[in-house]
């Protein structure tokens, strides 16, 4: 493995220069500093996470705040940054919004407190804050959903592309009535599946109703409540888009319980391919999100962060997959 003293060399300066310009120091001329960040790119070099964090008095810890720990989605993005950051000496802590923005501004408390080296942020809504952590210079990225009003390294999913291709695919089918079960207004996710469902409906020529649209929580319950209370309309819809598996365990449920055939007399189309999607009667038809690759790219982007503090944000957006399955497949 290459050293300080390997990037030393290569840039032409001294080890003490090498650190405070990984260290994102003031005092190192941007010239410099980018000759020195150039050099450990060639090399491949990795500073040793935990012994930077000693000198600076941070813990070689990263939290991982996510809005649903029983969500499958995000036990994989979880997956995904403890297995990077694990490879560089970093432990992770894990913590459960449960879409609560004051159990979410606690935990960040607790992060300071804590003086972990950075965080890793799905946030709950449009109330999000990091403010606390930009003013103490501590690192952070945003995954899944971007951090409002915010210039943030980001690593996201284009969900409304995908939802528009699911929808699409629905139309394909012959489907008349499309209806959207997604999750709370103003959360990103749930407002750009909507956006999504809603080109796919426009581009085919058709008018999008409120009457087949329920918004709630992301979760079994509110999804429950909502496809009830679509089933019960005199012209009910004859499928659903439905923004999660969490979501889509609530629908299903309905469905049994009003006795209408999955496949049959409703086509099914639902985010997230859980392990047990493939396993139902029929399986369902699911838009895939690579979810460990969002962890693992997040956790990149903070170890970056923490490197080098006054690198530019960056951006990412990965691409979601539809599996078409007997639950949305018509003939």
């Given at each position: 493995?290459p050293t300080v003293s390997d990037v030393a060399a290569r840039a032409g300066v001294s080890t003490a220069t090498v650190s405070r310009a990984l260290?994102?120091?003031?005092?190192?001329?941007?010239?410099?500093?980018?000759?020195?960040?150039?050099?450990?790119?060639?090399?491949?070099?990795?500073?040793?996470?935990?012994?930077?964090?000693?000198?600076?008095?941070?813990?070689?810890?990263?939290?991982?705040?996510?809005?649903?720990?029983?969500?499958?989605?995000?036990?994989?993005?979880?997956?995904?940054?403890?297995?990077?950051?694990?490879?560089?000496?970093?432990?992770v802590v894990l913590c459960n919004s449960d879409e609560s923005v004051a159990k979410e501004r606690r935990y960040l408390d607790v992060a300071l407190q804590e003086r972990v080296a950075g965080v890793i942020?799905?946030?709950?809504?449009?109330?999000?804050?990091?403010?606390?952590?930009?003013?103490?210079?501590?690192?952070?990225?945003?995954?899944?959903?971007?951090?409002?009003?915010?210039?943030?390294?980001?690593?996201?999913?284009?969900?409304?592309?995908?939802?528009?291709?699911?929808?699409?695919?629905?139309?394909?089918?012959?489907?008349?009535?499309?209806?959207?079960?997604?999750?709370?207004?103003?959360?990103?996710?749930?407002?750009?599946?909507?956006?999504?469902?809603?080109?796919?409906?426009?581009?085919?020529?058709?008018?999008?109703?409120?009457?087949?649209?329920?918004?709630?929580?992301?979760?079994?319950?509110?999804?429950?409540?909502?496809?009830?209370?679509?089933?019960?309309?005199?012209?009910?819809?004859?499928?659903?888009?439905?923004?999660?598996?969490?979501?889509?365990?609530?629908?299903?449920?309905?469905?049994?319980?009003?006795?209408?055939?999955?496949?049959?007399?409703?086509?099914?189309?639902?985010?997230?391919?859980?392990?047990?999607?493939?396993?139902?009667?029929?399986?369902?038809?699911?838009?895939?999100?690579?979810?460990?690759?969002?962890?693992?790219?997040?956790?990149?982007?903070?170890?970056?962060?923490?490197?080098?503090?006054?690198?530019?944000?960056?951006?990412?957006?990965?691409?979601?997959?539809?599996?078409?399955?007997?639950?949305?497949?018509?003939?």
């Amino acid at each position: 493995m290459p050293t300080v003293s390997d990037v030393a060399a290569r840039a032409g300066v001294s080890t003490a220069t090498v650190s405070r310009a990984l260290n994102g120091k003031p005092t190192v001329d941007p010239d410099l500093a980018e000759r020195v960040r150039a050099a450990a790119a060639e090399l491949g070099y990795r500073p040793n996470g935990p012994a930077r964090n000693l000198r600076r008095q941070e813990a070689a810890v990263v939290a991982l705040i996510i809005s649903d720990v029983e969500n499958p989605f995000f036990t994989a993005i979880a997956r995904g940054v403890e297995d990077v950051a694990h490879e560089v000496g970093y432990s992770v802590v894990l913590c459960n919004s449960d879409e609560s923005v004051a159990k979410e501004r606690r935990y960040l408390d607790v992060a300071l407190q804590e003086r972990v080296a950075g965080v890793i942020l799905s946030p709950s809504g449009p109330e999000s804050s990091v403010a606390q952590l930009a003013s103490l210079g501590t690192a952070y990225v945003a995954v899944d959903r971007p951090l409002p009003g915010t210039d943030s390294d980001v690593v996201l999913v284009d969900t409304q592309a995908a939802a528009r291709e699911a929808t699409a695919h629905l139309v394909a089918q012959g489907y008349e009535r499309i209806g959207c079960i997604t999750g709370p207004s103003g959360v990103r996710t749930a407002d750009d599946r909507l956006a999504g469902y809603r080109d796919a409906l426009k581009a085919a020529g058709r008018r999008s109703t409120t009457k087949l649209v329920r918004r709630t929580e992301f979760k079994a319950t509110g999804a429950h409540r909502a496809a009830l209370e679509l089933l019960a309309q005199p012209e009910p819809p004859d499928a659903l888009l439905i923004a999660n598996n969490a979501m889509a365990v609530g629908v299903l449920q309905a469905l049994q319980e009003r006795g209408v055939r999955v496949g049959r007399e409703v086509g099914v189309v639902t985010f997230d391919d859980a392990p047990w999607a493939a396993l139902v009667d029929p399986p369902l038809t699911v838009v895939a999100q690579p979810a460990y690759e969002l962890g693992a790219v997040a956790a990149s982007l903070l170890l970056a962060r923490i490197a080098d503090n006054t690198r530019p944000p960056t951006a990412t957006t990965l691409g979601a997959r539809l599996i078409p399955r007997a639950s949305s497949l018509r003939g």
